[in-house]
């Protein structure tokens, strides 16, 4: 079965510095997001992304926070000048369309760590 | 504001009982309800939604407008069903809402 892919599983940056999530949604998928998770807190919603542009955001996502669909298999999400409470677990998900009851299809996350 | 509560963080129930994971969310309009469970080690993957009114791995759920609960419920819970379940929901828009999620422990 497809799945959606992330790397690293794992990154540890210093804060101030700018850091980039990947993600590789499943092929056939046209909607793509990223969500966080704070430890100890819900997961929550930062940007969805279609047709190459971001198609609703977050409060959360403000201009330190960009995606971008590079080539036609990659999706990521860079974090400029990192700060310590970017500390989360990332998750990058897909859908096949974006209408209502489409399940989202998550990736197995990223772990930021900011020191 | 577009919220979803899971009042318990852990439920730890025995082999073969009932289980009931509670759900209540806050939107005014229709919302569809999603439920997501996360085993151990393993990525968040969907486990049921409203739309399709199925039962998986022995999982229901309905959606009550009135008391706006979107309870999962499983007759006989099975030492496999340990694992994070999270409540979700969609309204008016393509994001997903989630719940703190709950901690599921099944027991022999």
């Known amino acids: 079965e497809p799945e959606v892919t992330q790397t690293p599983s794992h990154q540890v940056t210093q804060m101030g510095q700018e850091v980039i999530l990947r993600c590789v949604p499943i092929?056939?998928?046209?909607?793509f997001y990223w969500y966080r998770q704070i430890l100890g807190q819900k997961v929550e919603f930062l940007v969805s992304f279609y047709n190459n542009e971001i198609s609703e955001k977050s409060e959360i996502f403000d201009d330190q926070f960009s995606v971008e669909r590079p080539d036609g298999s990659n999706f990521t999400l860079k974090i400029r000048s990192t700060k310590l409470e970017d500390s989360a677990m990332y998750f990058c998900?897909?859908?096949?369309?974006?209408?209502?009851?489409?399940?989202?299809?998550f990736g197995n996350g990223t772990r930021l760590t900011v020191t | 504001a577009q919220r979803v509560t899971q009042p318990e963080k852990l439920l730890s129930v025995f082999k073969g009982a009932p289980v009931e994971l509670k759900c209540n969310y806050s939107y005014s309009g229709s919302p569809e309800l999603f439920w997501y469970v996360q085993y151990s080690r393993q990525r968040l993957q969907l486990l049921l939604r409203?739309?399709s009114r199925e039962s998986i791995k022995g999982f229901t759920a309905d959606l009550n407008k009135g008391e706006t609960s979107f309870h999962l419920k499983k007759p006989f819970a099975q030492e496999e069903d340990s694992a994070m379940y999270y409540c979700a929901f969609q309204g008016g828009s393509e994001k997903l809402v989630f719940g703190k999620g709950t901690k599921l422990t099944v027991n022999p």
């Open positions: 092929s056939n998928h046209l909607y």
């Open positions: 998900a897909s859908s096949e369309s974006g209408r209502w009851g489409s399940p989202l299809h």
């Open positions: 409203h739309i």
